[in-house]
Every structure is written in C-alpha cells, then in structure tokens.
C-alpha cells in the first residue's frame, strides 16, 4: 500500500488548512504536525465513529466548522482507492475504473471500509503500525515517565577521574581528536553547502516530475490496450480501409444468403408436393389407351357388315393422343423432380462458396473481433480509436517532457547537479580518507579537553565509580526499551531477544552515527534486556542518561522499521518531535538512514526540519 495524496480540512496543526499534500513512494516530508498527521491517518485508515472527538479543531474557524479528510492510495492489488471522510457525517470508499476513467462506490460503512482496506488494500492492522511503522516523541523513554523521582540527570552513572598520566594519555588522543573534528566540521560545512545547493537544484528539476508521471500514466494506458494493438495489426496498415472493406463484404454475403434461402425456400415447397406418381398408376392414362384401342378394333371389325363403321376407328386418335398427352406431363413432372434434386447440390455448392469468400474478404476483420472479445465491427472500430488516441497523449507528453528537458535552464541545471554529485563524492572521498570515520563536534571535544587539563591543574585524586543504579520502569509500564521488543516480536513473530538480535547490527550502526562514536553498539541479552556499548564495555541501557536512552530507543525503532519496509509495500509515519534531542549531524545522519530503508515502501515524516527537507526524495 502506497500513499498519493492527503487531504485535511479543519484539523489543528495539518498546513495547509483544507489543502493538499502530494506523496510518492519513498522518503517523504510533510510540513505538519506529527502527532496530529498520524491520527488522522489512524482515523481514515482504521475508522471509529468517535474518530471526530479526538481530532484537534483548527482555530479561527466557526464552532461547527466540519472536520474532513481524505486519502489517495494504491493498494495491493494495483487498483487506486480515494477514501474521504466527514467526521460527522461518514465516509466513501472509491475504486477508480481503469475503463470508465472515474472513481465508483466501494462502501460507506466504517467497519466495511476498515475490512476492505485491511484484507484488500493491504492496510496494516492498528497494532503493527504502533510498534514497527511509527515513531513518535510520546513513546521516547524520556517521555513516558521512567526517569524515576530523581530526575533523568540524577540517574546517570558517575565519571570515575583519570590519573595524571591516564589524563595526558587522554588529552593525547583527544588532541588528535580535536584535529580530525576541526577538518570533518570544515569537510561538513562544505558538504552541507553542497547538500543545500543539491536541494534547491532538485525542486528546480523537480517539475519534470509532473511530467514524467503523466507519460507513465499514458504509457500505462497505452499498454493497457496491447490487446486492441495486437489486434489490429491483423488489419494490416489500413485498419480502417479494412473495416470498409468489409462492411461491403458483409452487404454482399448478406443479399447472397438472402437469395440461397429463397431458392431453399421454392426447392422446400417443391419437395412438399412430392415426386410425381408412376405412369402406369394414372387412370386417365389407361382410359385413354382403352378408349383407343376399342374404337380401334370395333372399327375394324364392324367395317365388314356396315361400310361406314370404319370411320368409327378414327376416334382412336384423339383418345391415344390424350393418353400421350398424360405421358407427356409425366414425363415433364419426372424431369422437373429430378431437377429439384440437382437444384439443391447447386444451391449447397452456392451456399458453400459464398460462405467461403465471406471468410476470405471478412475473415480477418472477425479475428480481431474474436481477439478483443467486443461484439461488433463498430466496437473494434471505437477499440482502434482509442489506440490512436492513446498514441497522441504518449506523444504529446513526450513533447512535452522533451522541450521541458530541451530548455536551457533545465539543461543547465542538470549539468549543475552532476556537478554537485561530484564535488559530494569528493568530499565524501575525502572525509573518508581524512577524518576515517564519523567524530564528534568540535565543541564536545574542547569541552572534554578543558575539563581534563582542569582536573590535571587540580591534581584531584580519583573517586570511586558508584555502582550504576538502573531506572525503574513507569507505574504499572513495561521499561520502554524491552516493551519496544515485546510489541516488535508480538507483531514480527518470535522472542524479545530475538526481535532485538535481528536488528542489533543495524541499530548499532546507526548509534554509532547518532552519537558519533559515544555509543559503539547495541546488544540484546537472552531475556530481552537491551545493553549499549560505551568505551568498549556494555553497560545496561537503563543506566544511561535520558537522552541517550532515546537515542538507543530511536535505533533500535528505526531498525525494526527497515526490517518491516523491506518485507513488503507498507507506509510508516514519523514525528519531528522523535528526533528534537538529536544534534544538526545526527539529524542528517538520521535523515540519510530514512532515505535509503523507504526505497521499499514509503516514508511520511511529519517535520520542517531542513535537515530531513533537504534529504527527502519528496517534500509536500
């Protein structure tokens, strides 16, 4: 799940009042205040009708003034989802249709929506992003009241005084300490105005962003209809001439099967007669055949007693040629029926040649018919328009990315930023080689090397080391540091210990940039106790001054939230207020360690710190 855009009107301490921030994947920056941003956030993503008490009014506004707020996002299913919600009156799930190019209805019912984002969008459940996606100032150890009555200061370990010769051992190294601090802060200053003139050339370039995400868009759009192409290169290169092509066609082998049903029509109606009857069955044909051969032989036999009866014998022509007649219309009658049958093997001939010129003219348009699955030649025709389309957007915003990237302001800044990318990584190069490492600042180590030549001035003997007095953890709490394991494991699986082990090289890596090389490393024992290396020896963490207790607290969240981004397309929100305590370096250090583990996921970091704004991949 990937945020896009968020939305607030009326919510206390999200700026702009009403307006919008843009997001992308990544390490984003949000000009907001992080505890509020994070419950709203809460409230859209786990909505509870009583959402709306608990938010903060922004002031100025009318006393009724309606809370509202909205969120944009890509789940993970690749679908995007715009999710508004009116505090008091409800709140929309929309999915956006891909073919019809508008958002639809999905649900209105809080518990639906809290589901559907859950078990659809791929929201994580309200506990996993409490203990590994967020990092607020309210959960510190400073902050959650287990500095015990004493007061945090009271509760650090007393220093045990060096001897003389352990001091100027001491001020020894810390002199060249001193030096490799002087040339990382000279170092520093320089890649600091390099990393600032790297911020402003980005937002400068930043505007081809814009762009770039409209050509993605086209071209996704544009690949969307990879079917419709493949179909109509079928077409050949006139889509279009085909199309009319067989249009005609379709005309012709329409009339042409009209006219094969008609003849079926006359062949049926002739069969419904039937084949005519056999010659010899038809009695007017024996009547007339009888008829002539009696006139015939009583003619001739009556001649010889009465002259005149001969003639009697010529009326035998007129009954033998109506006998001949009936042959004749038999024999027609047979001829025709005969006929019928080599009529029909023509009619069948026909109808198999039509058909098969039809699928020779026709045959392709009906492929890319079949292909795309639309029912019509109008459809595949509407499909192929939206191809041309299509095209004309992809090349349109090419254009203008091209005379956007053409520009000689852009081209110059460009040039300008490879640039800078190398003055960094000369710097870096150098600091590297130099320094060797991260140091402290110049001011820590003076301090330390006058507090030293002091006590050597002094000559003061060395007291003993109290014991370390651990700190009680808060009235019925859990100590903050092993219920930030507890929760991690109840969420990733396993032990305490584990959860901790899992995550101790990288928080010991990022402790040792936050403190500059006070605190070396993190360790975790079997029963989930959290220790931090400090002069080569571990030293149980609830011995530490409240500000390092933070900071142990702080690498050991920001490690476990590598570990939960890494593992999929999730969204974490952080606190400004979170890393207040830290100085400019280690916030930039922090800032860079941001940047590199929300290349999985997305980073919403709530802050105006400039040492973040600077690292972010996108600033809202």
């Known amino acids: 799940m990937i945020l896009l855009e968020f939305a607030?009107?009326?919510?206390?301490?999200?700026?702009?009042?009403?307006?919008?921030?843009?997001?992308?994947?990544?390490?984003?920056?949000?000009?907001?205040?992080?505890?509020?941003?994070r419950r709203v956030v809460e409230a859209l993503l786990y909505p509870d009708p009583r959402d709306g008490d608990s938010l903060p009014r922004a002031a100025g506004g009318p006393a009724g003034a309606a809370l509202r707020a909205g969120l944009t996002l890509v789940g993970n299913d690749r679908v995007t989802y715009r999710l508004v919600r009116d505090f008091a009156a409800g709140a929309q799930l929309h999915r956006f249709d891909a073919e019809k190019r508008s958002f639809a209805l999905v649900a209105q019912d809080l518990a639906e929506i809290s589901a559907?984002?859950?078990?659809?969008?791929?929201?994580?459940?309200?506990?996993?992003?409490?203990?590994?996606?967020?990092?607020?100032?309210?959960?510190?150890?400073?902050?959650?009241?287990?500095?015990?009555?004493?007061?945090?200061?009271?509760?650090?370990?007393?220093?045990?005084a060096l001897s003389p010769e352990q001091a100027r051992k001491r001020l020894a190294q810390l002199q060249a300490?001193?030096?490799?601090?002087?040339?990382?802060?000279?170092l520093q200053v320089q890649l600091d105005g390099l990393q600032a003139r790297?911020?402003?050339?980005?937002?400068?370039?930043?505007?081809?962003?814009?762009?770039?995400?409209?050509?993605?868009?086209?071209?996704?759009?544009?690949?969307?209809?990879?079917?419709?192409?493949a179909a109509a290169t079928l077409l050949g290169d006139d889509p279009e001439a085909r199309l009319a092509a067989f249009d005609r066609a379709t005309a012709k082998h329409d009339e042409a099967v009209a006219k094969v049903a008609a003849e079926r029509g006359a062949l049926a109606e002739a069969?419904?007669?039937?084949?005519?009857?056999?010659?010899?069955?038809?009695?007017?044909?024996?009547?007339?055949?009888?008829?002539?051969?009696?006139?015939?032989?009583?003619?001739?036999?009556?001649?010889?007693?009465?002259?005149?009866?001969?003639?009697?014998?010529?009326?035998?022509?007129?009954?033998?040629?109506?006998a001949a007649w009936i042959a004749l219309r038999w024999i027609g009658a047979v001829e025709a029926w005969e006929r019928v049958a080599r009529r029909r093997k023509v009619v069948d001939d026909w109808e198999k040649k039509i058909e098969g010129q039809y699928e020779k003219d026709a045959g392709d348009v009906r492929a890319a018919i079949r292909a795309i699955e639309v029912r019509s030649p109008a459809e595949l025709r509407e499909a192929l328009g939206?191809?041309?389309?299509?095209?004309?957007?992809?090349?349109?915003?090419?254009?203008?990315?091209?005379?956007?990237?053409?520009?000689?302001?852009?081209?110059?800044?460009?040039?300008?930023?490879?640039e800078v990318d190398e003055a960094q990584r000369a710097l870096e190069a150098r600091m590297a080689a130099d320094v060797g490492g991260f140091v402290r600042d110049v001011r820590s180590v003076e301090m330390e090397i006058q507090r030293l030549e002091g006590e050597l001035a002094t000559a003061?003997?060395?007291?003993?080391?109290?014991?370390?007095?651990?700190?009680a953890p808060a009235a019925g709490g859990t100590e903050p540091l092993r219920g930030l394991l507890e929760r991690a494991a109840a969420e990733l699986g396993g032990s305490p210990a584990a959860a901790g082990r899992a995550v101790a090289q990288k928080a010991s890596q990022l402790l040792t940039g936050l403190t500059f090389q006070r605190i070396t490393a993190a360790q975790v024992d079997d029963r989930g106790g959290v220790h931090a290396v400090t002069g080569g020896r571990p030293v149980p963490a609830l011995t530490l001054p409240p500000a390092d207790r933070d900071v142990v607290y702080v690498a050991l969240k920001l490690a476990l939230l590598e570990q939960a981004l890494a593992a999929g397309k999730l969204v974490a929100v952080l606190d400004q207020e979170a890393f207040a305590g830290l100085s400019d370096g280690a916030r930039r250090v922090a800032a860079r360690f941001l940047k590199q583990i929300a290349r999985p996921g997305q980073i919403v970091h709530a802050t105006t710190d400039s040492a973040f704004r600077e690292a972010a991949d996108h600033s809202a």
């Open 8 to 37: 607030a009107q009326g919510v206390r301490g999200v700026a702009p009042a009403g307006g919008r921030a843009t997001l992308r994947p990544g390490y984003n920056v949000v000009a907001a205040d992080g505890a509020t941003l």
């Open 116 to 160: 559907f984002l859950r078990e659809t969008v791929g929201a994580p459940p309200p506990a996993r992003l409490s203990a590994v996606l967020a990092l607020g100032a309210a959960e510190l150890p400073s902050r959650q009241g287990a500095s015990g009555v004493g007061g945090g200061a009271s509760l650090a370990p007393a220093r045990q």
């Open 177 to 186: 300490e001193l030096e490799k601090a002087r040339a990382a802060e000279k």
């Open 198 to 229: 790297a911020f402003k050339l980005d937002e400068a370039l930043r505007g081809s962003a814009n762009l770039r995400d409209g050509l993605e868009t086209a071209e996704a759009a544009r690949a969307d209809l990879a079917p419709v192409a």
């Open 271 to 322: 069969e419904a007669r039937g084949a005519p009857r056999p010659l010899w069955t038809d009695p007017l044909f024996w009547g007339g055949v009888g008829a002539g051969a009696v006139l015939a032989l009583g003619g001739a036999a009556l001649s010889g007693v009465a002259p005149g009866a001969r003639y009697l014998a010529l009326l035998d022509v007129p009954a033998f040629g109506g």
């Open 386 to 418: 939206r191809i041309a389309d299509a095209d004309a957007v992809v090349a349109e915003w090419r254009r203008r990315l091209a005379e956007w990237e053409g520009s000689a302001e852009i081209r110059a800044a460009a040039e300008e930023r490879v």
């Open 460 to 471: 003061l003997p060395p007291a003993a080391a109290p014991p370390p007095r651990p700190v």
